[in-house]
């Protein structure tokens, strides 16, 4: 059977988090992140940088058991993309500024942040390198480094602009997930759904997966363990991200390719909810 192929304009939407207080959450991604609150109903929140579109929607769950990192499949992090180097290095200085500890990396493709909000749920904060600059292998797979972040050089770019805040533009670049098998990922989220291999690193136990040539909308590692069981309803992490398709023939074909190997969609509207085969839950929505 042919490999299924995904818009290019594929895009991710919002992801939502359960978390245990929803005040604290609220002061976390208020104050130190810069998001606005776009509104505010009984346990939950929605978060917007722009103040129109949603990113993030917080949920605060009764009896909430905060999830340790790397010990079920689920979130490892979600990651948010700024428009520019500048935003950055604002950003940046926000995270000093709040006493957080922050984790950093330059993966050619990209210069990352790394931070957990109070319930442990990885964030990754970073922005894109010009996708003339990125480099690709022997096996056409795009090449990601880990070296060290140029700290110095993000804080200069920022030098003389004030912190006014989660930056206009700003969107959800990939979602990395913790699953419980490579083989069963690769099978749903390329096989089934469409996405390309971009990195398949044996060495990392991980793959990363995109359409359209980005690095990757998706990442997929066994970190948490081969076999890790699913985040339990009660506990702290990801409730849901979102893949956003361009036109309804995509959504229509999506659906029927899900239902045709065997896999239940959950249609709630213009909403469709599903299950992958690690227990985590795919939103999947036609673009505005």
């Not at 993030?56 to 990192?69: G, Q, W």
């Not at 044996?202 to 363990?225: D, I, K, M, P, Q």
């Not at 361009?246 to 045709?260: A, C, F, G, I, T």
Request: hydrophobic share 40%.
């Amino acid at each position: 059977m042919a490999h299924p192929i995904l818009p290019a304009d594929l895009s991710l939407g919002k992801v939502k988090l359960k978390v245990s207080d929803l005040q604290r959450s609220l002061l976390f991604y208020e104050e130190v992140l810069g998001f606005q609150v776009l509104r505010q109903v009984g346990r939950t929140a929605e978060l917007s940088a722009d103040g129109k579109t949603v990113l993030v929607e917080l949920e605060e769950i009764p009896d909430a058991v905060i999830t340790r990192p790397r010990t079920v499949s689920g979130l490892y992090h979600y990651a948010i993309l700024l428009p520019s180097r500048k935003d950055l290095g604002l950003m940046l200085n926000r995270l000093m500024e709040k006493g957080i500890r922050v984790g950093q990396s330059d993966h050619d493709v990209s210069e990352a942040l790394y931070i957990d909000d109070p319930d442990y749920n990885g964030i990754e904060i970073y922005r894109d390198r010009p996708r003339t600059e990125w480099a690709y292998n022997e096996n056409n797979q795009v090449v990601m480094g880990g070296k060290l972040l140029d700290i110095d050089g993000i804080l200069r770019e920022a030098e003389g602009h004030p912190w006014k805040g989660m930056p206009a533009g700003t969107t959800i670049g990939h979602v990395h997930l913790h699953v419980n098998s490579l083989e069963k990922a690769k099978w749903f989220y390329c096989d089934v759904m469409g996405f390309d291999m971009m990195l398949d690193s044996l060495e990392f136990r991980a793959l990363f997966v995109s359409a359209g040539g980005y690095h990757h909308h998706l990442g997929l590692n066994v970190w948490a363990g081969v076999g890790a069981p699913a985040t339990p309803a009660n506990g702290t992490g990801l409730q849901y991200f979102t893949i956003v398709l361009p036109n309804q023939e995509e959504v229509v074909n999506m659906v029927k390719r899900l239902e045709d190997n065997g896999i239940s969609v959950d249609k709630q509207g213009k909403e469709s909810f599903v299950i992958d085969p690690s227990g985590i839950q795919v939103r999947l929505v036609l673009s505005d």
